[in-house]
C-alpha cells in the first residue's frame, strides 16, 4: 500500500530536487520518493534484522563474507541504498575534497570502492578512534582520492550532485 503526503521544503530544496529532476529526465515527486526512501532504508529490513542507525559498510559478520565495505557477490539492493546515503553523506561533510567526483561514479569500481573504503575508515575513527594518526591518514587518503578526481578532468557539467540514487542503484 502506499501513501499520498504533502511535505513542505526550503526554497533551495525545491530547485535542487527540480534541477537533479530535470538532470534525470524524471518527475520531481519520483525523485523525492526515492531520497526519502533511501534515506529510510536504515530502518527494519526485509531480511528481518533490524538496521535502524546501521553503518553498514563496517563490521562483517562472518569471516568468509567480503569486506563490508564491497558490495555483496550477486548485488545487494539494502547495501546499495546504504552505502548511497552514507557516500552523500561523507559528500557532504567534505564537499571540497570531493567537489570533483563525476557523475557516474558508481559505474566506476575504483571510485565505488575507494568511497565505501572511506565511509568505513571515517566511521570507525568516528565510532573508536583514540589516535590522531588515524584521523591524518584518512585525511591524506581522502585528499590523495581528491586529487585524483581533479587531474581525471572533464567539465563542470560533468561534476556529480549528491542526491537520490540512480535507477540502476534501486532495483
Known sequence: MS???KITLPDNAVSELEALAEQRGEPVARVATRMIETALAGGDSPKGRDTAGARPLRARSAPDQRPPW????????EWRALAWGAIVALHGRYPHALAFLKEGWWEDPAHLETLCALVASRDW???YGDDP???LAFHAQLEDFGRSLRQEGGGISSTWKPGAPPNEWTR
Open 3 to 5: 501513501y499520498r503526503m
Open 70 to 77: 564491497l558490495e555483496p557477490y550477486g548485488g545487494d539492493r
Open 125 to 127: 575513527i568516528d565510532d
Open 133 to 135: 594518526r588515524y584521523e
